[in-house]
């Protein structure tokens, strides 16, 4: 039975893969436009990554990018797992395509908003709203968990 859970033809799993491999692409982007703009304004960490040309340490753009991404990492990361383990519960495609839907879109969302920058709450907001879709998961794991 397990493996029919992660087989392509198990449609909850299918739609864990999409939108699984779609919020970690979007990470993949975010971090190539942290190195793009570290290159192109020479900002670096490190003096040997300035290859002995000057170099600033510091630069707003670049620490946001930074920021957006660190707090991907932090709320990606459990999404996948979780995302994983939800799909073990049998959720119904229903519930689980909005659970999925709700937190990509929140990080989609939360991107542009870090990066435009929006006026807050709207970063906050996207935040949540992925933070509770990952929670919401959670809870349905550890309820189909218990004996």
């Not at 995302?83 to 542009?112: E, N």
Request: proline letters at 4%; hydrophobic letters at 50%; charged letters at 15%.
């Amino acid at each position: 039975m397990a493996a029919s859970l992660f087989s392509l033809d198990n449609h909850v799993f299918r739609l864990y893969t999409t939108y699984a491999a779609a919020v970690t692409l979007k990470m993949m982007c975010l971090s190539l436009r942290v190195g793009y703009l570290r290159v192109t304004r020479k900002v670096f960490m490190n003096k040997e990554d300035a290859h002995g040309k000057p170099y600033v340490k510091q630069d707003d753009d670049v620490d946001r990018a930074l920021r957006c991404h660190r707090n991907d990492l932090e709320n990606i990361v459990p999404f996948l797992i979780l995302g994983l383990m939800y799909v073990t519960t049998g959720p119904s495609v229903f519930a689980a395509t909005w659970h999925f839907r709700v937190f990509v879109a929140s990080r989609l969302f939360h991107t542009v908003a870090y990066l435009t920058p929006l006026p807050q709450p709207c970063r906050a907001l996207s935040f949540a709203i992925g933070l509770v879709a990952n929670i919401s998961m959670g809870v349905q794991v550890l309820m189909n968990g218990m004996v």
